[in-house]
């Protein structure tokens, strides 16, 4: 039985930080690529960053590179995605995948909601 947690989203101000988390369970957390996707209101779903295995990360949404990183804790099966300077763009649901963790399958978390305003 996969899970994927999300937690840490919430309502921030422009300008301020958060640092979403996604506690895995259910296969082999070490073993595999993870990365997360944004979708905002009206939008289509854009992927945010991804993580190799092996830590490899990479952050691929324009508008979050020096702003945003990815990262993994593998003794805590949890993966990170550490959010800075948000800004109003930034408000969207954002969700945690397994690459290939369902059985070659990709699996998504439920995810958690971030809104930046003032």
């Known amino acids: 039985q996969i899970q994927l947690a999300e937690s840490g989203g919430g309502l921030v101000q422009p300008g301020g930080s958060l640092r979403l988390s996604c506690a895995a369970s259910?296969?082999?957390?070490?073993?595999?690529?993870m990365c997360w996707y944004r979708q905002a209101p009206g939008q289509e779903r854009e992927l945010v960053a991804t993580?190799?295995?092996?830590?490899?990360?990479?952050v691929h949404a324009v508008s979050a590179k020096g702003r945003f990183t990815i990262s993994r804790d593998d003794s805590l099966s949890t993966l990170y995605l550490q959010m800075n300077n948000l800004q109003p763009e930034d408000t969207a649901v954002y969700y945690c995948?397994?690459?290939?963790?369902?059985?070659?399958?990709?699996?998504w978390g439920p995810g958690t909601r971030v809104t930046v305003s003032s």
């Open positions: 995948i397994g690459i290939g963790v369902l059985h070659g399958m990709d699996y």
């Open positions: 259910g296969f082999s957390f070490s073993d595999y690529a």
């Open positions: 993580i190799s295995s092996t830590g490899g990360a990479t």
